[in-house]
């Protein structure tokens, strides 16, 4: 992980990847020397409405997507004592762009694990399964080991710590599918089904996995616990701003010198992260465009990057901090063949349940498929606009109207590129990289 | 370790995993072997089976390469141009497997390594950063492997 903090202003101690670049930083000896697993024993003596208080007050917002305030989604779990509830961690990173948790659980698994044990503490959770991408065979690797060990240290088993709190851990493998990351179809597949979303409500709170309470949460989300517990919730929600608190890795890659996961406040300017952090764009190009949290979020154009990196700051300039991950796209770069792959993405990753997204992807994919070759017609514009109307808001899950912010976007700020293509049948981009 | 009736659902995906590796591919015997095992109805089977990309229909090359397509690949030069230098390099088109039985060429969307993109996999194994020079080191030391 690379960062150089000396030429931003703000001094900032890494907190999510302290360990990360030190030697067998995977391995439980290593995060026990550093300090690692205070933070359980320590919840551990403490009531569990206690610990949920906590990361209420510290601010937390989840770290997969939608940005939810973690403490509350604690809080929607049933406290009923005899009910058997389920925690799943969510290890199915696939948002294109995003590769923040696969660093994680390759270098630093029992972070994630001693946030599992303190998540699982405070909503009464005895049961913990992780449903890990199927591509990610070293992180499973790692995970195996990781869960072996935790049992052999006593912080996984029965009577943790001598808490008298039991909790068990088991590792399952998705398959190949993006659709898996959204909650209700990744309790689908942990079922062994398609991974097909679920109705909501019933929330997965009340009703998850195998019909049991189940609290999902993502991989960036459980290694702040930890920190939380430890450091305090203040401590916390002094880092970033008033409504995204903590530290953050965004993940940068596109067109940068220097692309990788940096671990900053919350917070930090898109321009201050791709310019000093990225290293700015190569071969002294121009930076047109840029996707600030994964391609289900909106396309920014060059002149919008004086925006802080927050939950509140890019809705406000008409985007998204989505999972944090910055596309970076240079002037070289044709938008009707940037937007064509990502449309491509989401037709390939439709789980097919539902006609607006099953049938709209495809349809979107293919109208920029034909103009991108040369052969767009004249209302293929509106032709996007229209379908991409009726995706918007009428999908089964968010995922399927996920595909609607990057094509409207990128209509609305680089309309001229998608209106050459049509009336001259190729690129306004000069020296468009030959595909 | 499971107390909340689950039943056997739950280990589907993990025994669809063993079975392909055992027979290089999810045979109708493979998923018979399943079905079976699991006391699951085969078409039952077969519906989860075929939703997930990583579960073959068919028989694969010794060597599955997967190549990434994503949006942060194409932007430095991986997607369409490498899927193309090693299309021509092995002789097959993406999804299809080398007469000899050796390669078999996939493309795949994000696999979560954008930062050291052109990224593609080789079997379980990723690799970062590639080339079409890196592609040719690479097959050669595929080609030198045990077959």
């Given at each position: 992980?690379?960062?150089?903090?000396?030429?931003?202003?703000?001094?900032?101690?890494?907190?999510?990847?302290?360990?990360?670049?030190?030697?067998?930083?995977?391995?439980?000896?290593?995060?026990?020397?550093?300090?690692?697993?205070?933070?359980?024993?320590?919840?551990?003596?403490?009531?569990?409405?206690?610990?949920?208080?906590?990361?209420?007050?510290?601010?937390?917002?989840?770290?997969?997507?939608?940005?939810?305030?973690?403490?509350?989604?604690?809080?929607?779990?049933?406290?009923?004592?005899?009910?058997?509830?389920?925690?799943?961690?969510?290890?199915?990173?696939?948002?294109?762009?995003?590769?923040?948790?696969?660093?994680?659980?390759?270098?630093?698994?029992?972070?994630?694990?001693?946030?599992?044990?303190?998540?699982?503490?405070?909503?009464?959770?005895?049961?913990?399964?992780?449903?890990?991408?199927?591509?990610?065979?070293?992180?499973?690797?790692?995970?195996?080991?990781?869960?072996?060990?935790?049992?052999?240290?006593?912080?996984?088993?029965?009577?943790?710590?001598?808490?008298?709190?039991?909790?068990?851990?088991?590792?399952?493998?998705?398959?190949?599918?993006?659709?898996?990351?959204?909650?209700?179809?990744?309790?689908?597949?942990?079922?062994?089904?398609?991974?097909?979303?679920?109705?909501?409500?019933?929330?997965?709170?009340?009703?998850?996995?195998?019909?049991?309470?189940?609290?999902?949460?993502?991989?960036?989300?459980?290694?702040?616990?930890?920190?939380?517990?430890?450091?305090?919730?203040?401590?916390?929600?002094?880092?970033?701003?008033?409504?995204?608190?903590?530290?953050?890795?965004?993940?940068?890659?596109?067109?940068?010198?220097?692309?990788?996961?940096?671990?900053?406040?919350?917070?930090?300017?898109?321009?201050?992260?791709?310019?000093?952090?990225?290293?700015?764009?190569?071969?002294?190009?121009?930076?047109?465009?840029?996707?600030?949290?994964?391609?289900?979020?909106?396309?920014?154009?060059?002149?919008?990057?004086?925006?802080?990196?927050?939950?509140?700051?890019?809705?406000?300039?008409?985007?998204?901090?989505?999972?944090?991950?910055?596309?970076?796209?240079?002037?070289?770069?044709?938008?009707?063949?940037?937007?064509?792959?990502?449309?491509?993405?989401?037709?390939?990753?439709?789980?097919?349940?539902?006609?607006?997204?099953?049938?709209?992807?495809?349809?979107?994919?293919?109208?920029?498929?034909?103009?991108?070759?040369?052969?767009?017609?004249?209302?293929?514009?509106?032709?996007?606009?229209?379908?991409?109307?009726?995706?918007?808001?009428?999908?089964?899950?968010?995922?399927?109207?996920?595909?609607?912010?990057?094509?409207?976007?990128?209509?609305?700020?680089?309309?001229?590129?998608?209106?050459?293509?049509?009336?001259?049948?190729?690129?306004?981009?000069?020296?468009?990289?030959?595909? | 370790?499971?107390?909340?009736?689950?039943?056997?659902?739950?280990?589907?995906?993990?025994?669809?995993?063993?079975?392909?590796?055992?027979?290089g591919?999810?045979?109708?015997?493979?998923?018979?072997?399943?079905?079976?095992?699991?006391?699951?109805?085969?078409?039952?089977?077969?519906?989860?089976?075929?939703?997930?990309?990583?579960?073959?229909?068919e028989p694969q090359g010794t060597y599955v390469i997967?190549?990434?397509?994503?949006?942060?690949?194409?932007?430095?030069?991986?997607?369409?141009?490498?899927?193309?230098?090693l299309s021509e390099r092995l002789g097959i088109q993406?999804?299809e497997t080398s007469v000899d039985g050796r390669f078999t060429l996939?493309?795949?969307?994000?696999?979560?390594?954008?930062?050291?993109?052109?990224?593609?996999?080789v079997n379980?194994?990723?690799?970062?950063?590639?080339?079409?020079?890196?592609?040719?080191?690479?097959i050669e030391?595929l080609d030198m492997g045990d077959y």
């Amino acid at each position: 992980m690379d960062r150089d903090v000396s030429r931003s202003g703000i001094a900032f101690q890494p907190v999510l990847t302290k360990n990360i670049n030190r030697k067998g930083s995977e391995r439980i000896q290593i995060y026990l020397e550093s300090g690692g697993y205070q933070a359980a024993r320590e919840a551990l003596t403490m009531e569990p409405d206690e610990v949920i208080e906590q990361v209420k007050c510290s601010g937390l917002r989840g770290r997969g997507g939608a940005g939810f305030p973690t403490g509350m989604k604690w809080g929607f779990m049933p406290r009923d004592a005899n009910t058997q509830k389920i925690l799943v961690v969510n290890t199915d990173e696939g948002e294109p762009g995003t590769f923040k948790d696969r660093e994680i659980i390759e270098q630093d698994p029992h972070q994630v694990i001693e946030g599992v044990l303190i998540a699982a503490y405070a909503v009464g959770a005895t049961r913990a399964y992780v449903y890990i991408r199927g591509e990610f065979f070293l992180g499973v690797k790692r995970w195996i080991k990781a869960i072996a060990d935790a049992y052999e240290f006593g912080f996984l088993g029965s009577d943790i710590q001598g808490s008298g709190f039991n909790l068990d851990m088991s590792i399952h493998r998705g398959a190949g599918a993006y659709i898996c990351g959204e909650e209700t179809a990744m309790l689908e597949s942990l079922e062994g089904k398609r991974g097909t979303p679920r109705l909501k409500p019933p929330y997965p709170a009340t009703k998850g996995l195998f019909g049991l309470p189940t609290l999902i949460q993502n991989i960036e989300t459980l290694s702040c616990i930890p920190h939380i517990i430890h450091n305090g919730p203040e401590w916390f929600s002094k880092i970033g701003t008033k409504e995204s608190a903590g530290p953050k890795i965004f993940s940068v890659s596109g067109n940068v010198n220097n692309p990788g996961n940096f671990e900053l406040p919350m917070g930090i300017s898109l321009e201050e992260l791709i310019g000093d952090y990225a290293g700015g764009v190569p071969d002294g190009k121009k930076l047109k465009a840029v996707i600030p949290g994964g391609v289900s979020t909106p396309i920014l154009p060059a002149r919008a990057l004086d925006v802080r990196m927050s939950f509140e700051d890019l809705a406000a300039a008409g985007s998204a901090l989505g999972t944090g991950a910055v596309i970076v796209i240079d002037e070289t770069k044709c938008m009707v063949e940037v937007t064509r792959r990502i449309s491509k993405f989401f037709a390939h990753e439709s789980c097919g349940f539902c006609t607006p997204c099953r049938i709209g992807s495809r349809r979107i994919f293919e109208t920029l498929d034909r103009m991108e070759n040369g052969e767009g017609r004249l209302g293929d514009i509106d032709l996007l606009l229209d379908l991409v109307e009726g995706i918007d808001g009428h999908t089964f899950c968010p995922m399927g109207s996920a595909l609607v912010n990057p094509v409207r976007s990128a209509i609305q700020h680089f309309r001229a590129e998608f209106e050459h293509h049509i009336t001259h049948k190729t690129c306004l981009v000069p020296n468009k990289t030959p595909v | 370790m499971m107390n909340n009736g689950s039943g056997q659902e739950t280990k589907l995906l993990a025994a669809l995993y063993l079975a392909q590796e055992h027979y290089g591919w999810l045979s109708p015997e493979a998923i018979q072997q399943v079905s079976g095992r699991l006391n699951i109805q085969p078409g039952k089977v077969m519906s989860s089976a075929s939703f997930y990309s990583l579960f073959k229909m068919e028989p694969q090359g010794t060597y599955v390469i997967q190549v990434c397509e994503g949006l942060s690949c194409f932007l430095v030069g991986g997607g369409d141009s490498l899927i193309g230098y090693l299309s021509e390099r092995l002789g097959i088109q993406p999804g299809e497997t080398s007469v000899d039985g050796r390669f078999t060429l996939e493309v795949v969307q994000c696999l979560a390594a954008c930062g050291s993109a052109p990224a593609l996999r080789v079997n379980d194994e990723l690799y970062e950063n590639m080339t079409p020079e890196s592609i040719d080191d690479l097959i050669e030391t595929l080609d030198m492997g045990d077959y």
